[in-house]
């Protein structure tokens, strides 16, 4: 410890000595970063509480000593769950930690960081936060996609347009259309689930920069704080914040995926498609305009998704132009982290509630399936025929756009206008142009056919338990 030199109260800051005065107060503004990492404290008294019981075994501690550290550190939790005031001295939450043991123990407590350094003690503290942070994220996207699930089942016998470029292409099953939505969320969980891997190298034991000096086992530090490997390299461990990126870089795509789920919900709830109804619950009003329903929630997650990008980016501006080895500007890593975390720890249980209160206008659906859609189908038909596609095309347009210079729909043309656009034309012809006909004949794995979505909604139930 030293004194400091506001107001000759005792400090814990955990360096100093080689100084003849403390911090210009500019400095100590800048700094300080507790108010951003406090959140790591029951992570720091974990693996302090390791890291005794790593020096009592290496014959650096005695075991009383140990054991007098590891219920001291318990008494710190328990204060610091029950709240407690910060004071200046207070750098970081590692010299907060520091300062309350000491409070607790006394003496003894200065021999705990024998061997260790603020630098190895963050990566660590950050790393078990983090893979505690995806245990948690992937709680919500289970729930989101199990609401995802619930619709699709809702919607198995309803037909809706889908569309390319904004224009309506073809129909499709309601259920084929949320379940686009389900897989790249069952991608997320599967790179969320990554991510976590990564995070689960142990850095404890690389000091500052070296290594630690004392012979402490590492494989046994590794298996007590849950983590599948130790870190090979010291230099690297302290730098590494790779974990970080590929965890923002999840949140990310993950946005990207929610932007797009709420923008199609967005578009489907307005007037013009009245396809979707929006909860009471999750819908707010208009100051001026009474008669407003608005999908804040969704409107949320479409804006959030550029939140999570700029996360990423401010990590990765951060991280590319470093020297090996820590270095301070790592203090903002948890800056991009913890915003990215909170936002999306927010907006998951919103966007999951949004989607399981919507009411579908089935028939509005039903209704947007016009003839025209079924050109393809036509133009299969043909190439069933023995028609090549290119014909087919052809002869299929020429129908198209007689209706639309008739103002009718293909259904309503007369046979001979399909007989003058191909000989190979039969009556049946007109079956082509059923919503539940063209339905039909996409039955194969991945399409939006009765028995192609039953096996698809399987699979996803399916998979629930396989990325979980």
């Not at 619950?281 to 929630?297: E, F, I, L, V």
């Not at 080895?325 to 509630?353: C, H, W």
């Not at 259904?411 to 000989?423: M, N």
């Not at 039909?440 to 396989?466: E, F, Y």
């Amino acid at each position: 410890m030293t004194d400091s030199h506001s107001g000759g109260s005792r400090s814990h800051k955990l360096w100093g000595g080689r100084f003849t005065g403390g911090p210009a107060p500019e400095l100590e503004a800048v700094n300080r970063s507790i108010d951003v990492d406090f959140r790591l404290w029951p992570f720091d008294i974990q693996l302090s509480k390791a890291w005794a019981a790593a020096l009592a075994q290496a014959g650096v501690l005695t075991n009383a000593e140990a054991t007098e550290l590891q219920q001291g550190l318990d008494e710190v939790g328990r204060r610091i769950a029950g709240g407690i005031t910060l004071e200046g001295s207070d750098e970081d939450v590692h010299t907060l930690i520091d300062r309350l043991l000491h409070d607790v123990v006394g003496g003894v407590a200065s021999r705990l960081h024998t061997g260790r350094s603020r630098n190895d003690q963050v990566a660590t503290a950050t790393r078990l936060w983090t893979k505690d942070a995806c245990a948690r994220l992937d709680a919500r996207l289970l729930a989101l996609q199990q609401a995802l699930i619930a619709q699709a089942e809702s919607l198995e016998l309803d037909v809706m347009p889908a569309y390319t470029h904004l224009q309506r292409a073809q129909p499709v099953s309601g259920a084929h259309w949320m379940l686009s939505h389900f897989w790249p969320i069952a991608r997320d969980r599967r790179r969320l689930a990554a991510a976590a891997d990564a995070c689960a190298v142990l850095p404890l034991g690389s000091g500052a920069i070296a290594g630690s000096a004392f012979p402490v086992d590492r494989s046994a530090l590794q298996v007590a704080l849950g983590f599948r490997a130790v870190s090979q390299n010291s230099i690297d461990a302290v730098g590494d914040r790779d974990f970080i990126a590929e965890v923002l870089f999840t949140l990310a795509v993950l946005g990207a995926h929610l932007s797009r789920l709420a923008e199609d919900l967005i578009l489907f709830g307005s007037s013009e498609f009245a396809f979707v109804r929006f909860g009471d619950a999750y819908s707010t009003g208009s100051s001026m305009m009474p008669q407003k329903r608005n999908p804040d929630a969704l409107e949320l997650a479409r804006g959030s998704g550029a939140r999570m990008l700029g996360d990423l980016v401010a990590l990765l501006g951060t991280i590319k132009g470093l020297p090996s080895g820590y270095n301070k500007d790592l203090q903002e890593d948890k800056r991009s982290l913890f915003d990215a975390v909170d936002g999306m720890s927010l907006l998951l249980p919103a966007i999951t509630g949004s989607l399981a209160s919507l009411t579908f206008n089935r028939a509005r659906m039903k209704t947007a399936v016009t003839s025209t859609m079924m050109a393809t189908d036509l133009a299969d038909y043909l190439v069933r025929k023995q028609v090549t596609f290119r014909e087919a095309h052809g002869a299929v347009g020429k129908l198209v756009r007689e209706a639309e210079e008739k103002g009718v729909e293909m259904t309503e043309l007369p046979f001979s206008s399909f007989k003058a656009a191909s000989g190979s034309f039969e009556a049946d012809a007109l079956d082509e142009l059923s919503p539940s006909t063209s339905l039909a004949h996409r039955n194969l794995d991945g399409g939006t056919g009765p028995d192609a979505v039953r096996r698809q909604i399987a699979a996803a139930k399916t998979s629930l338990t396989a990325t979980g």
